[in-house]
Nanobody
Framework: QVQLVESGGGLVQAGGSLRLSCTAS????????MGWFRQAPGKEREFVAG????????NYGDSAKGRFTLSRDTGKNTVYLQMNHLKPEDTAVYYC???????????????????WGQGTQVTVAS
């Protein structure tokens, strides 16, 4: 069983920054892709960013490009999402996710991720 725990969410003003962390535990070889999704009330869960298990490749959703940066620390079993220039429309619950097996690309759909964290709330005030 793979367990994912997010942290770092909170309330920030528009234009501010937050860094989200996701730590994985359980029976894992740390050889899968990991990503972040977000879901606002009344909306579908949206892909934000993903990273290869090697850390060599990343993929960002359109809303995140140029503002968010995803990194991975394999030794700590942790991924980080640095979010800068936050906007009110970034307000959502952010979920960390992991794929059930390694890929040769960064998955971008929620169907490709099997393990999910509990979510952390990010609220951006105008």
């Amino acid at each position: 069983q793979v367990q994912l725990v997010e942290s770092g969410g909170g309330l920030v003003q528009a234009g501010g920054s937050l860094r989200l962390s996701c730590t994985a535990s359980g029976r894992t070889l740390s050889s899968t892709e990991m990503g972040w999704f977000r879901q606002a009330p009344g909306k579908e869960r949206e892909f934000v960013a993903g990273i290869r298990w090697t850390g060599a490749g990343t993929n960002y959703g359109d809303s995140a490009k140029g503002r968010f940066t995803l990194s991975r620390d394999t030794g700590k079993n942790t991924v980080y999402l640095q979010m800068n220039h936050l906007k009110p429309e970034d307000t959502a619950v952010y979920y960390c996710a992991a794929t059930p097996w390694a890929h040769t690309y960064v998955p971008t759909t929620r169907q490709e991720y099997a393990y999910w964290g509990q979510g952390t709330q990010v609220t951006v005030a105008s």
